[in-house]
């Protein structure tokens, strides 16, 4: 049996992270002495401990005003419990009649928590219900999300939940209060959670004619990147994956991340950063350093996860073909080989040794085995056509892998397997709704990694798009 729930939220009106300022000094009051502001008995060492802890003190900068009245700066070079130890001011020492001051960039709180959540599965119209799961386009690391579409009876009246009023309530204006209403979409198959999105108050028709309501939802992932997508990066206290995804995604069970290499990023590279990058593009920027992708599943995990890698067993699907056949093709793509960026990385010598290696790398099949040219210059590139370009490309420091670190030359290349291989595809329909993106699943001897899977409930029958790994 489907179930649909559906959650109630405030969308504030923001589209960039909030800045805040967590200390500020007064120069009059402090000691202003030659290695740095003494702070002692005048802010609390706990103080100084959590703002250290949350957003990361040192390597940022205080600012003040000098006696001239211009902007001067000092970075802080360590914190202690009783002092910022700087660097000289930029331009002169602060006027003892302003204060210096440290802004942050806070985590994204763009939404309220549920204001109220529903059981609309009795009013669902079981026939009238389209799914799509898919984690990409086929343009590499363009994200296209899952979606889903359902159709509720408007007339629906019972067990204390009336349809009709609960969308009413927000339909003459569009509002909820001074906001604007988003939707948490809960689908769930024999009480298992299938897709977890939201939907806006646009998302959302009304067919007077039926007295039905028809709401397409969307993963979560499109909301972040319309709201907070343009904002600089948060101030993080330990720049790593886990602290980044958990500061700009909203409503999750978990978080999961499984990825080759260190996912702790370089934290004096990322600080340098957090001004000249913004969101949206740090997210496909890390998407491509680990070669990953991110989306939410069916029970409200988060997941940051390696393009090679599956959450669970292999499942044999033979016994669940609907019919003998199935179609399997070739996938062409555009490319012919990947560039990398190896910054910190290593390369084969002469005697088959890794040894460590700055530069550039090209990455391709070679009669079934992967094919590595590290040393590629930059006329290589120019005059080279056919590739796909996955170096990073950070400000101030172009294609350089420093925010993100070095990983093993076996974890960086089996990381992008399946875009270097010439892979089949498989297209089948099976007599289940149990498969989910990003499982692996068994036909005739061939291991296949499902790219995308679209489910008729009604029917419980899906179709599978998937490629075969070798």
Not at 22 to 27: G, K, L, Q
Not at 147 to 154: F, Q
Not at 447 to 469: C, G
């Amino acid at each position: 049996m489907v179930g649909l729930k559906i959650h109630l939220y405030a969308l504030y009106n923001k589209r960039e992270l909030d800045t805040s300022t967590i200390f500020s000094i007064n120069i009059e009051e402090y000691y202003l002495g030659t290695w740095g502001i003494y702070l002692t008995n005048h802010i609390s060492p706990d103080v100084i401990d959590s703002a250290e802890f949350l957003y990361g003190i040192a390597g940022r900068y205080l600012k003040a005003i000098n006696f001239d009245g211009q902007e001067t700066w000092a970075k802080i070079l360590t914190v202690s419990y009783d002092r910022f130890t700087l660097t000289a001011w930029s331009n002169q020492n602060p006027s003892p009649e302003h204060y210096a001051t440290l802004t942050v960039r806070l985590p994204a709180d763009f939404m309220s928590t549920a204001q109220q959540v529903i059981d609309v599965s009795d009013a669902l119209i079981e026939e009238e219900i389209g799914t799509d799961f898919k984690l990409e386009s086929n343009v590499k690391f363009d994200l296209e999300v899952s979606s889903i579409t359902v159709t509720i009876d408007g007339g629906y009246n019972n067990y204390g939940i009336n349809v009709k009023n609960f969308f009413d309530t927000y339909w003459e204006t569009g509002r909820l209060g001074d906001f604007e209403p988003v939707f948490g979409v809960e689908l769930l198959n024999n009480g298992i959670s299938e897709f977890w999105g939201h939907a806006r108050i646009e998302d959302i028709i009304y067919d007077k004619l039926n007295d039905n309501y028809i709401i397409s939802a969307y993963d979560w992932y499109k909301l972040v990147i319309e709201r907070i997508g343009d904002s600089f990066l948060p101030s993080l206290g330990v720049p790593s994956i886990n602290n980044f995804l958990l500061s700009i995604f909203p409503i999750f069970g978990s978080l999961i991340v499984t990825i080759n290499g260190n996912s702790t990023f370089t934290q004096a590279d990322y600080r340098a950063r957090e001004d000249l990058i913004k969101v949206k593009d740090f997210i496909i920027e890390m998407q491509k350093a680990f070669g990953a992708y991110i989306y939410y599943s069916g029970d409200k995990n988060l997941s940051f996860i390696n393009r090679n890698k599956s959450l669970s067993a292999t499942i044999d699907i033979s016994n669940l073909l609907i019919e003998d056949n199935y179609e399997e093709s070739f996938s062409l793509r555009d490319y012919d080989r990947i560039l990398l960026n190896v910054d910190g990385g290593w390369s084969k010598n002469s005697e088959g040794n890794w040894e460590h290696y700055e530069g550039w790398a090209w990455v391709y099949e070679d009669n079934g085995e992967i094919g590595v040219d590290i040393g590629v210059s930059q006329e290589d590139i120019d005059n080279a056509i056919g590739f796909l370009d996955l170096r990073q490309e950070l400000p101030e420091v172009s294609f350089d892998n420093v925010v993100f670190g070095a990983k093993e030359p076996e974890e960086r290349y089996s990381d992008y397997e399946d875009l270097i291989r010439l892979n089949k595809t498989l297209t089948v329909t099976v007599d289940s709704v149990a498969i989910n993106i990003t499982d692996k699943c068994l036909l005739d001897g061939n291991e296949y990694k499902v790219d995308r899977v679209k489910k008729e409930y009604l029917s419980q029958t899906s179709i599978i798009e998937a490629h075969r790994l070798i």
